[in-house]
């Protein structure tokens, strides 16, 4: 609770994005930016990159100012970049080292992990690189 005649703050990461309420939050400053795990096949790294957020991050954010009461968002953007946005955001299968996730498969028996049916399909030369690399 804040005491009358002040407001609060909050500076908040990702998660927030989704899945933190917070009771009188009634404005939200979407910078259009959001850090995210991205896997370099090349250098069979994981980096954590700022990067454009997509437009459906962007509604989301906004969603979370008056969760509980009349609210704003303040975009640090123009009409122009939300446009330029990606309309979802690509889903982390698709931009992360598949190593855990392949061993998985094969732990429960899936022997062709290259054509396995997955709802997102990852890129297939991260696949394959993941099988060099356990390989």
């Known amino acids: ?6 407001r609060t703050a909050g500076l908040a990461t990702n998660s927030a994005q989704t899945s933190v309420t917070v009771p009188g939050s009634r404005y939200v400053v ?8 991205m896997y370099d ?6 980096a954590l990159l700022v990067v ?3 437009q459906a991050a962007a509604t989301q954010r906004a969603g979370r100012a008056g969760r509980t009461e009349n609210g704003k968002v303040y975009r640090l953007y123009c009409k122009e970049a939300f446009q330029e946005m990606s309309p ?8 992360s080292s598949l190593l ?7 732990k429960i028996g899936i022997k062709d992990v290259l054509n396995f049916d997955f709802i997102e399909a990852p890129d ?4 394959q690189t993941g099988l060099k690399q356990l390989f």
């Open 1 to 6: 609770k804040t005491s009358k005649g002040l």
């Open 30 to 37: 979407d910078c259009g930016f959001v850090k995210q795990k």
């Open 41 to 46: 096949h090349k250098t069979h790294m994981d």
């Open 52 to 54: 454009p957020i997509s």
């Open 88 to 95: 979802t955001t690509v889903p982390e299968i698709q931009r």
């Open 100 to 106: 855990g996730t392949i061993l998985y498969l094969l």
């Open 124 to 127: 297939p030369e991260l696949v």
